[in-house]
C-alpha cells in the first residue's frame, strides 16, 4: 500500500481520539516512528514530518520542565511541520496544549493503552506490514515442519497439488497462487497471501478449495519466514542435477539470499515427500548437520587411509 488513513491506524490498533477529528483522513505513508524528545527542546533538524510522532513518559516528562513560552513554541512547530498523527503512550496526561492544537491544524491527537515501547513497537511493525514494501511471486507459501518453504515452478508443473498433498500430511498452508514477499530487515523475508486470497487454492479439475474447511484450522496459518525456495521442473535427460548436494544455489529477494532446490519432475517420482525431505534436509543444515559434507568427508578420510577397514 502506499499509504493508510490515520483513521484506520486508530481503529486497527485500539487508539483513542483525543482531539483533532478533522484529521482522520489524512495519510501515512512512513512506516518508521519519531520519538519528539530533541524537538521539544528546540532541535529540528532531523525531524521527519512524514513519520508518526509518539510522545512517551520521558518525552513528556522534559516537556513539562520547559517553560511555557518554550512549550507553546515547539509544540507549534511541530504541528506546523503536519505530522500524520500525534500518539501518547497510556502513562502519559495528554497536555491541553496538544488538544488545542491538534483541533486548530486538524491533526489527530491519538492515545495508547499500552505503554511506550509496546506501542512502539506495535505501531512499527503495523506500519511496516502496511507501508513496507514487498514482491508478488507465483507459487504455493507453506510451513513445512517450521521451515516456510516457497513452492516456485512454471504454470501446470504441479504447485498447488503437490501442496494440497503436503497439507494433508499435516503442514501448514500460507499461500497459494500469489505470495506477498515483505523483508523487514536484510536476511529476515516474511511471506504472506494477499487478503482476498487466504485460506484458498486453486486446484486444477476440482476448482477453489478452503483448505481451512477442508483439512481444520490448523491447516493454515497467516505468515512465516521464507527459508527456502523449491523449484519445480520438468526433467532434462541432457541437464545435469546435482546428486550429492554440495552446490548450494541461491534465489535473491531484496537484499536477501535465500537458499534454492531444484527438483525434476517425472512421472512416478513423490515430488511431495521430494519437497518434504528437502525443507527437513535444509533445516538440518541450519542446526549444522550438513549429511552431504559429512558423506563427502567419511570418503575422502577412508580414501586417504587407503580403503582399509578401521
Known amino acids: 500500500m502506499d499509504y493508510i488513513t490515520i483513521e484506520q491506524m486508530m481503529i486497527d490498533n485500539k487508539l483513542e481520539l483525543i482531539s483533532g477529528a478533522q484529521g482522520l483522513n489524512r495519510h501515512c505513508v512512513e512506516e518508521m516512528i519519531s520519538r519528539p524528545g530533541l524537538e521539544f527542546s528546540g532541535f529540528f533538524d532531523y525531524f521527519d514530518p512524514k513519520r508518526v510522532v509518539l510522545v512517551g513518559s520521558k518525552d513528556a516528562t522534559f516537556f513539562s520542565k520547559q517553560d511555557a513560552k518554550t512549550r507553546e513554541m515547539n509544540v507549534r512547530k511541530i504541528f506546523e511541520l503536519k505530522p500524520p498523527c500525534i500518539v501518547f503512550s497510556v502513562k502519559v496526561v ?47 507459501f507453506l510451513d513445512i ?41 536484510p536476511g529476515n523475508l516474511i511471506g504472506r497471501a494477499p487478503e482476498i486470497l487466504k ?37 532434462d535427460e541432457n541437464k545435469y542435477y546435482d546428486r550429492l548436494g554440495l552446490e548450494e544455489q541461491k534465489i535473491k529477494y531484496f537484499n536477501t539470499e535465500i537458499t534454492k532446490v531444484t527438483i525434476p519432475v517425472l512421472p512416478g517420482r513423490s515430488v511431495s515427500l521430494l519437497v518434504e525431505s528437502a525443507a527437513m534436509n535444509e533445516k538440518l543444515k541450519l542446526m549444522g548437520h550438513f549429511a552431504a559434507k559429512e558423506f563427502t568427508q567419511k570418503v575422502d578420510k577412508k580414501a586417504e587411509s587407503g580403503g582399509k577397514h578401521e
Open 199 to 235: 485460506r484458498f487454492m486453486e486446484i486444477r479439475g476440482i476448482g477453489i478449495v478452503d483448505v481451512v474447511t477442508m483439512f481444520g484450522a490448523g491447516a493454515y496459518r497467516d505468515r512465516k519466514n521464507l527459508r527456502l525456495v523449491v523449484e519445480l521442473e520438468t526433467w
Open 94 to 140: 495528554v497536555p491541553e496544549l496538544f488538544k488545542a492544537l491538534g483541533d486548530e491544524y486538524g491533526i489527530c491527537v491519538l492515545k495508547s493503552n499500552l505503554r511506550t515501547t509496546p506501542t512502539s513497537s506495535k505501531l512499527f511493525n503495523y506500519l511496516q506490514d502496511h507501508l513496507g514494501q514487498t514482491i508478488s511471486v507465483h507459487g504455493t
Open 145 to 185: 515442519n517450521g521451515m516456510g518453504t516457497l513452492v516456485i515452478g512454471k504454470s501446470g508443473i504441479g504447485k498447488s497439488e503437490t501442496s494440497l498433498d503436503l497439507i494433508k500430511r499435516g503442514h501448514q498452508l500460507i499461500a497459494d497462487d500469489l505470495v506477498e514477499i515483505l523483508e523487514k530487515e
